[in-house]
């Protein structure tokens, strides 16, 4: 299905269900829609439906499932370590990391972070993640975390990841990161340093815990523009021949 898609928590899903708050006033007073339109739901962990609309109300929209579908995680799975910044335009990063199937974000604490990382920052994302799912059909929401312990909690975090890259500018010597690179099957984590750059603790502690020093070219990106840069070539790398992933859809 091509969309309208919805988004509906996993633990409302049944063989009827309701959409409630801004969902229901955008299907019913935004597009209008009547008894007996389909449209997609996702819940944000690998599950979409269609389902026709049976009651349009005031504050909620009644619907009925017309069939279900379950799409596996991919086996290349990409988290991005976002160090925390005012600066940094979370809203576009968040909406751009599901389409380009992030499986996690990680906001983490810099030693040269802009204002201090807290629990509420997590939560905020959610909207805008679900945004981005509505757009493109990914029935997968990022896991997001907030890792407020700085570096030393991050390298932690990554222990049981596959790969670990460290894309950093004004580097000499280091390889530009490529699809071959990225897109591996299994975890990889990109670590993404705040506005004002790593420290040289951050640098060093992240080298001994085998992360991958790698160059994204000569200019000095934004942070969310080098986020979403790695995010697209892992994408780019996990679909080129020999490497694509092998997830399929499950329709019930």
């Known amino acids: 299905m091509s969309g309208p898609f919805f988004y509906l928590a996993p633990e409302q899903w049944g063989d009827t269900a309701s959409l409630e708050g801004q969902e229901a006033r955008h299907l019913g007073q935004v597009l209008r829609a009547a008894p007996g339109t389909e449209i997609g739901l996702l819940d944000g962990r690998g599950r979409s439906g269609i389902f026709v609309v049976r009651k349009v109300c005031k504050k909620h929209v009644e619907l009925e499932r017309v069939s279900e ?4 995680a991919p086996h290349s799975r990409a988290v991005v370590a976002l160090a925390y910044s005012k600066a940094v335009r979370r809203g576009f990063f968040m909406e751009k990391a599901v389409e380009l199937g992030a499986h996690g974000i990680w906001l983490w604490q810099g ?3 802009q204002g201090k990382l807290s629990a509420a920052a997590q939560e905020a994302c959610l909207g805008q993640m679900i945004a981005g799912a509505k757009q493109s059909g990914n029935p997968w929401l ?3 975390c907030a890792l407020s312990g700085g570096v030393d909690q991050l390298i932690e975090a990554s222990r049981k990841a596959d790969h670990r890259i460290l894309p950093w500018e004004l580097q000499d010597g280091v390889h530009m990161l490529t699809p071959q690179m990225a897109g591996q099957p299994g975890l990889t984590v990109y670590v993404i340093g705040p506005e004002g750059g790593f420290s040289q603790r951050e640098l060093t502690a992240l080298q001994k815990a085998a992360f991958d020093p790698v160059s994204l070219g000569a200019r000095v990106l934004r942070c969310e523009t080098a986020a979403t840069l790695c995010l697209g070539l892992h994408w780019w790398g996990s679909q080129l021949a020999g490497k694509a992933d ?4 499950i329709k019930q």
């Not at 579908?69 to 596996?72: A, D, L």
């Not at 092998?246 to 859809?249: C, F, K, Q, V, Y």
């Open 69 to 72: 579908t379950s799409t596996p």
């Open 111 to 113: 030693d040269h972070s």
């Open 142 to 144: 990022p896991e997001v």
């Open 246 to 249: 092998a997830a399929t859809e």
